[in-house]
């Protein structure tokens, strides 16, 4: 079922999702609000951007070109129909491609910012995908892998350009290891916890191309305490998402 909700603390901003599709998390909601956005930036591209949630909350931010990239129909016309409705087709565009195509000589070192909030987990013998054909694209490698999502991000940059994901922190070192090895150094890190005193489940990096060396890990993204109560932080992103229209 279709339906039009507000974004996550944005009442004025609404999505299209499809409730039997890989609806938004919050995820996508800390890394928009996590990445740099310099003043002198220009271009900016959410590589698989799903039904847009990352460009619609940019575009609160900046009101510099966004665009938005994903590889599966349904959800790229899911984004297409949210950036109709909040009139914004002036700022941001959505292309229904596979990143790795995306990669053209018109798009080759264009882009300052990249975001990307990618599949979290590796495909192998074991896996077993009781999810629909959405949501087994969303969350496991089946289409891209890490490698090469780092790959063509650091193809799509600017030379000084920013790359900014979110991922699971088990694989933190890994993806250090891809943003040298394709020339982004590890510039910002947070990290995420779902309870004060338990591991980190999530971090968020964000690094340049080509850029100096020097690693900044900023506060702690604590989402409960040990109570149970949300933190202040975390409350801020909880406002209720309420179904404003349903088709």
């Known amino acids: 079922m279709e339906v039009l909700n507000d974004i996550l603390g944005y009442p004025n901003r609404k999505i299209y999702q499809n409730t039997d599709f890989f609806s938004f998390s919050l995820d996508s909601v800390m890394l928009a609000n996590f990445v740099t956005i310099r003043l002198r930036d220009k271009e900016i591209l959410d590589l698989g951007t799903g039904n847009g949630?990352?460009?619609?909350?940019?575009?609160?931010?900046?009101n510099k070109k966004i665009t938005g990239v994903e590889i599966q129909p349904k959800l790229s016309a899911l984004a297409s129909k949210s950036v109709f409705y909040n009139q914004l087709n002036n700022q941001i565009s959505i292309i229904c491609s596979d990143m790795k195509d995306y990669v053209s000589s018109d798009t080759i070192e264009k882009y300052d910012v990249i975001t990307c909030n990618p599949p979290y987990f590796k495909v192998n013998d074991k896996n077993y995908f009781n999810e629909s054909v959405e949501k087994t694209i969303a969350r496991h490698e089946v289409k891209i892998s890490l490698e090469e999502v780092v790959m063509v991000a650091s193809k799509l940059l600017k030379n000084n350009g920013t790359f900014a994901?979110?991922?699971r922190t088990e694989r933190l070192l890994e993806i250090f290891d891809l943003f040298r090895k394709y020339h982004i150094e590890p510039k910002r890190v947070r990290f995420v916890y779902e309870f004060v005193h338990k591991p980190s489940t999530l971090v968020l990096i964000e690094g340049i191309k080509h850029g100096k060396l020097g690693l900044k890990v900023e506060s702690p993204f604590i989402m409960k305490m040990d109570d149970g109560s949300y933190s202040s932080e975390y409350e801020r992103f909880l406002v209720e998402v309420k179904s404003s229209e349903t088709e």
């Open 165 to 167: 994901m979110v991922h």
């Open 53 to 62: 949630v990352i460009p619609l909350i940019l575009s609160l931010r900046t």
